[in-house]
């Protein structure tokens, strides 16, 4: 392994933080010197459009993939929501660590809750999984898209854009804004999408030796949930443009996985399926949502084409 270990992160304020995070984690418990390769990608350039129509999710990680291929980092830190369920040939996830608070946030400088809002009030969000829940919920609301870092969302919001938005708690808390929180969903209520919360790190599947070490950062209970999570969303194909909801929460040695998918068009109902088993593998994980995954397609859902 070489004496100074590179990260390569997106340049938004949250991802510097998470890898910021994870260079303190390494430099003090391996003893080697980390930098950080801070790079943009497409998904921070493309503002204009969903993530649903150029590209989903990925677009937040090709470039950093493309700077491990080229050696230019040695590993990369995601957001695990923004990582794809089947990374290319030649990657792995190497480790899944501790996961922040999972929930969805309620960000509103006048209402303190989503019931309190006005007939056909105004909120915003990136968030497919969140539009057909809050729809779910309110009918009545316009549901606007909102996209930008963390810091441009809340300024469109403090300009008088919207009445309420809709954001990631683990950022917010993550940045030290968590008085910008007026509430939080209940986990039940909006339902998080597959591993919200949590930071994954990605190294090409040759390095050995590093995947070894970094396995020992894994948080095993946030890897089983983040593994059930994310088989859901592979077995039914899921992206930015599939309405899904996934998470997994523990009680005792049961791991109780909610889902919902909606209908991207708004023209049926919301899907809603709940599974639990006694997990004490990723396998056991993986079959655990794959079997939420076919209770969803027995309730009206299809595979993507």
Known sequence: MSEILRIATRKSRLALWQAEHVKALIEREWGVAVELVPLSTRGDEILDRSLSKVGGKGLFVKELEWALERGEADLAVHSLKDVPMALPEGFTLACVMEREDPRDAWVSPQYESLD???????????????????????????????????????????????????????????????????????????????????LGIEVRSDRAELVERLAGFNHRPTLLACLAEREVSRQLGGSCSMPLAAHAVWQGDQLVLDTALGDEALAHPLLRARLQGAVQSPEAAEALGAAAAQRLRDLGSRPAE
Not at 156 to 178: N, T, Y
């Open 116 to 198: 309190a809002l006005p007939l056909g009030a105004r909120v915003g969000t990136s968030s497919l999984r969140r539009t057909v829940q809050l729809k779910a919920l309110r009918p009545d609301l316009e549901i606007l898209p909102l996209r930008g870092n963390l810091d441009t969302r809340l300024r469109k919001l403090d300009e008088g854009g919207f009445e309420a938005i809709v954001l990631a708690a683990a950022g917010l808390m993550r940045l030290g804004l968590s008085e910008r929180i007026r509430s939080r969903f209940e986990l039940q209520t909006l339902i998080p999408c597959a591993g919200q919360g949590a």
